[in-house]
């Protein structure tokens, strides 16, 4: 049977045999997922420490990790303008302390973002 047979009968959702599947398997690659950073420390996270989760995610999975992945920008977003507003991050001119108040600033919304989307226990 040809390539293009075996795909015409996946796609009608028609029983293929053992063979078939293996020749649909070669020709149709998965989609390979992209994940930003949090996505894939979640993705992580969810793999070493909640198995159940991952289970219950099933085909939801990529969409979950986007999610996470758009959460912690919305919130790293929100949280850096309002650190920015307070007098202890405000740039003052010289560059090593400025360096300075961005670091910790940065730190602090990681940490937000670590806790509150990433490691989050729902």
Same mark, same amino acid.
């Given at each position: 049977?040809?390539? $293009?047979?075996?795909?015409? +009968? ?6 293929? *045999? ?8 070669h020709?149709?690659?998965?989609k390979?997922q +992209?994940?930003?950073?949090?996505? *894939?420390?979640? +993705?992580?996270?969810? $793999?070493?420490?909640?198995f ?5 995610l099933?085909? =939801? ?7 996470? =992945? =758009? ?6 977003? *929100? ?6 507003? +307070? ?6 001119? =010289?560059?090593? &302390? ?5 670091? &910790?600033?940065?730190r ?11 490691? $989050?226990?729902?």
């Amino acid at each position: 049977m040809n390539k $293009e047979e075996i795909m015409r +009968k996946a796609e009608a959702g028609e029983g293929l *045999t053992e063979d078939e599947i293996k020749v649909y398997q070669h020709e149709v690659k998965p989609k390979e997922q +992209k994940y930003g950073k949090y996505g *894939t420390l979640a +993705k992580q996270y969810i $793999e070493e420490h909640n198995f159940a989760k991952l289970l219950s995610l099933a085909g =939801d999975l990529p969409k979950y990790l986007h999610g996470v =992945d =758009d959460r912690a920008q919305d919130l790293y977003d *929100t949280m850096y303008a309002q650190l920015s507003q +307070k007098e202890e991050f405000k740039r003052t001119g =010289d560059y090593m &302390e400025d360096v300075r108040r961005l670091t &910790e600033m940065q730190r602090i919304i990681e940490e937000a973002i670590l806790n509150q989307i990433v490691y $989050e226990s729902d």
